[in-house]
């Protein structure tokens, strides 16, 4: 599976964007997804999974009530939309797959990597 994952960018404090991970390769809809971030100086982190049919959803407690993951396994794609975006969420964004069960949080749990999407919010 290839991923690849856009729709970051710069945006302020308070503000809102919708990054979108497009799989290509294998069949998408076995695989749960899931979206991490790596800050600089910091490990990367669990944002956000979803499960294969989208019936099971998990978040960090950090992005809990503004970010929203879902899929459409018609188009391959998965998506991460983020409201109340704060300077906190600066990081670059990434999206993976893993042919798991459920909605796995750690980041060896998950077999396909993208390269990642930069997201900026100022203060």
């Known amino acids: 599976v290839q991923l690849q994952a856009s729709g970051g960018g710069l945006v302020q404090a308070g503000g809102s964007l919708g990054l979108s991970c497009a799989a290509s390769?294998?069949?998408?809809?076995?695989?749960?997804m899931g979206w991490f971030r790596q800050a600089p100086g910091k490990e990367r982190e669990f944002v956000a999974a979803i499960s294969w049919n989208g019936g099971r959803t998990s978040y960090a407690d950090s992005v809990k009530g503004r970010f929203t993951i879902s899929r459409d396994n018609t188009k391959n794609t998965v998506y991460l939309q983020m409201n109340s975006l704060k300077p906190e969420d600066t990081a670059v964004y990434y999206c993976?797959?893993?042919?798991?069960?459920?909605?796995?949080?750690?980041?060896?749990?998950?077999?396909?990597w993208g390269k990642g999407t930069q997201v900026t919010v100022s203060s």
């Open positions: 390769g294998r069949t998408f809809s076995p695989y749960v």
């Open positions: 993976a797959a893993g042919a798991r069960f459920g909605t796995p949080k750690e980041s060896y749990e998950y077999d396909y």
